[in-house]
């Protein structure tokens, strides 16, 4: 607490009969000397000035009693003047650091020994201390106008002319209120990234442009402004209430923020909002879906605070290093309105792309994700998709050879081929081994390249192919590790089986979004896909799970399009002009050649084609007793290939002759024969031949996995 008593009075000494001196005016001063606060022994000065401000040589010193800056002056001080200048030379607590000073510094005042209130010392009292003197001896105002005049304009300088009639000599770090604050914020933007001969360099300098006119020049301003927003006020809020908390006090310090000019507009926190309310900053929603086309759109922004854009978000460059191009984006702001300026997709697939806007202090961010359909047209240019579909083909190429010589729709004499055709095949068989590493490799760069996409919606494009893999890998191998992630080698040896009505719960989940996500147009790319693509995927794992109403529902979707139709022959359907290809790896462009050089040669390997669908749906017609239409669609095939119709007493001899007949080499007899629970007899195998054993080299590696049984 400040106190100050003016004891006056008047002593009479005879010295003559007629001679009378005034002798002074006792007062007690005591006060605080902050910078941060001095720090207890700092020696403090009290020197008396004349009418005419100069020095009287009437002269008091004291020391600060406490690390908080206290001083006061054990006995009453005389002075026959109105004026008094304080000074303080000592170490302080630096708010900036967190830490004592590492030398010590000056700071000054200029005081009125009529004034009951105000013997502080600040760095806000020792700047203002020349210009008031200049003031009151140039100008003739008196000491009150002077400080107040001087107060005001220092405080224009750093925006803070609202705080225009404070009193410096009376504000300290511990008043808890705006004063405070004000004295905190000017203090460290003086003091920032300056050690304390460079600080006592500085505000000299500050001291002598500021006494002559009352302003800093406007390069000294901005640059002062310029310092303001380098401040991490937050760490220098709590350096403060840390320093006092380890000297047995308390005190809050509001936020600093609202006393800095943000904007530039030459009045401090006028673009923070109310501090008195919470803040809001948010966009009308969090994710906007743009399509590959680009173009101009507008997102609202509801807010009741001034904000900006973020840095970061005004325009983007795409470096040459970028795996995957962001979306082109220029943002600005105008009323309200969030508008975007979005460049046509530059490449299949793109990143997400964040925007965001902020408070200008940078305390609120509200954040709009941007996701924008990629442009497939030239997608056989992209190096990483065209290694896809060649990892692809590789795979399949294995396990439609292997599916062919197994089901017995074709044979082999070769050595490599015939353990298939005779169905006598171990785990140390290189095919085997060939097939399941190339479909996990697969697999592990189409997880890699969706998790480079950084988007959720990016699984729609890799979900046929995924579909795909994981139902040849069931079929030939049942229950297998499902690895929707990239890993690293500790995490692959380690992998464990996952049982295939599991994965098939995954698959559909997938499927759906792609589904809803892709539209019925064929684009004749292997990712962005027509929605007929899933749909015939998810329709054979509803067939697995003996789902007939729901698959049956997708493939008539399918037949009704009239998207597709049977071709005249199966080399018709296998080459170009084909109606039958719904999915199909072009083989000149993407060698398969084990298929190519041991089943057939045509110029597409089969993913999925029409004259499955008619086969499926007549499965599914006939679990679900519908009889008649299960024959019609059979007789399509039928009649097609020359046959003699189908009859309901011998169903599902003719669907088996057609699916043969159809679809050999189709990696779907196989199939067709283990969910009808007839590939024992037909192939005449034991019931473990039904699955093939998993490679000896993945048992070797990875020893979380167990074997098929039987081998």
């Known amino acids: 607490m400040r106190k100050i008593t003016v004891i006056t009075f008047f002593l009479f000494i005879i010295i003559s009969c007629t001679d009378k001196e005034e002798i002074g005016k006792l007062i007690e001063v005591e006060g605080k000397v902050e910078k941060g606060p001095f720090t207890q022994g700092s020696t403090v000065t009290m020197q008396e000035l004349d009418a005419n401000l100069a020095l009287t040589g009437n002269s008091f010193q004291t020391d600060i009693r406490s690390n908080e800056g206290d001083f006061k002056f054990e006995t009453s001080l005389e002075f026959q003047s109105q004026f008094a200048q304080i000074a303080c030379d000592g170490y302080f607590f630096n708010e900036i ?6 030398s010590q510094i000056r700071l000054e005042a200029i005081v009125s020994t009529e004034d009951e209130n105000g013997f502080n010392v600040n760095i806000l009292t020792h700047l203002v201390k020349d210009r008031i003197i200049k003031l009151i001896k140039e100008d003739n105002y008196s000491y009150k106008n002077a400080s107040l005049k001087a107060s005001e304009e ?49 505000i000299a300098s500050l001291k002598t442009s500021f006494t002559e006119n009352g302003i800093f020049s406007d390069t000294v301003k901005e640059a002062l402004r310029e310092t303001s927003l380098s401040l991490d006020t937050e760490k220098i809020r709590k350096n403060i209430i840390t320093r006092y908390a380890e000297l047995g006090k308390e005190i809050t310090v509001p936020n600093l923020n609202y006393f800095i000019d943000w904007d530039g507009d030459g009045i401090a926190g006028n673009s923070l909002g ?18 590959k086309e680009g173009g101009i759109l507008q997102i609202n922004i509801n807010s009741n605070v001034p904000y900006k854009l973020s840095e970061n978000s005004r325009v983007e460059v795409i470096t040459e290093q970028s795996f995957l191009d962001e979306p082109n984006i220029e943002s600005e702001i105008n009323n309200g309105v969030l508008i975007l300026t979005i460049d046509p997709a530059s490449s299949p697939f793109l990143k997400s792309k964040d925007v965001q806007i902020c408070t200008y202090d940078e305390s609120l961010y509200a954040k709009l994700t941007i996701i924008q359909e990629g442009d497939f047209s030239n997608e056989k240019s992209v190096n990483y998709l065209m290694d896809i579909i060649s990892k692809a083909a590789t795979a399949f190429d294995y396990s439609f050879t292997i599916e062919a010589f197994y089901s017995g729709t074709f044979s082999s004499a ?48 890799f979900a046929s192919l995924r579909a795909l893999l994981y139902y040849h890998l069931i079929v030939l191998w049942g229950d297998v590790p499902y690895v929707d992630r990239g890993l690293g080698y500790s995490d692959a040896i380690n992998i464990v089986r996952t049982p295939a009505n599991e994965i098939y719960s995954n698959l559909e989940s997938i499927l759906e979004f792609a589904i809803q996500e892709f539209s019925t147009e064929d684009e004749g790319s292997l990712f962005k896909v027509s929605n007929y693509i899933p749909k015939a995927l998810l329709a054979k794992i509803f067939i697995q799970q003996k789902e007939y109403d729901n698959a049956l529902i997708l493939l008539q979707d399918i037949i009704s399009s009239g998207n597709y139709s049977l071709n005249n022959s199966r080399t018709a359907a296998l080459n170009t002009g084909s109606t039958e290809l719904i999915y199909a790896i072009h083989t000149s462009q993407f060698p398969t050649p084990n298929f190519t050089n041991n089943i057939e040669s045509n110029e597409y390997l089969p993913l999925l084609q029409y004259s499955e669908i008619i086969l499926l749906a007549a499965e599914c017609a006939y679990y ?59 192939l005449n195998i034991n019931e473990y031949k039904t699955l093939l054993p998993i490679p000896e080299g993945e048992l070797v590696l990875n020893t979380a996995i167990t074997q098929n049984p039987g081998y």
């Not at 109310?274 to 399509?291: A, M, Q, W, Y």
């Not at 015939?418 to 997880?447: D, K, V």
């Open 97 to 102: 650091e967190g830490d004592l000073s590492n």
């Open 154 to 202: 220092l405080l224009g300088n750093f925006g803070l002319q609202r705080y225009k009639d404070l009193e410096f000599r009376n504000i300290s770090i511990t008043s808890e209120n705006d004063n405070s604050d004000v004295l905190i914020t000017i203090s460290s933007i003086l003091l920032y990234n300056r050690s304390e001969a460079e600080f006592t360099e500085y």
């Open 274 to 291: 109310n501090i008195n309310e919470n803040s809001i900053l948010e966009f009308e929603k969090d994710t906007l879906t743009v399509g």
């Open 414 to 461: 070769s050595a490599q081929w015939q353990s298939f055709t005779n169905h006598n095949i171990n785990a140390s068989n290189s095919a085997i081994y060939s097939t399941w590493a190339a479909m996990y490799q697969l697999n592990h760069y189409l997880n890699i390249i969706e998790e480079l996409t950084d988007n959720d919606n990016s699984s729609k494009y």
């Open 624 to 682: 679900n007793n519908d009889i008649q239409n299960a024959i019609g669609y059979l007789n399509q095939l039928r009649s097609r290939d020359g046959d003699n119709p189908a009859i309901e007493t011998e169903f599902m001899d003719n669907l088996k002759e057609s699916w043969h007949k159809s679809m050999k080499g189709g990696f779907s007899y196989f199939d067709f024969l283990k969910r009808n629970n007839i590939a024992e007899s037909e």
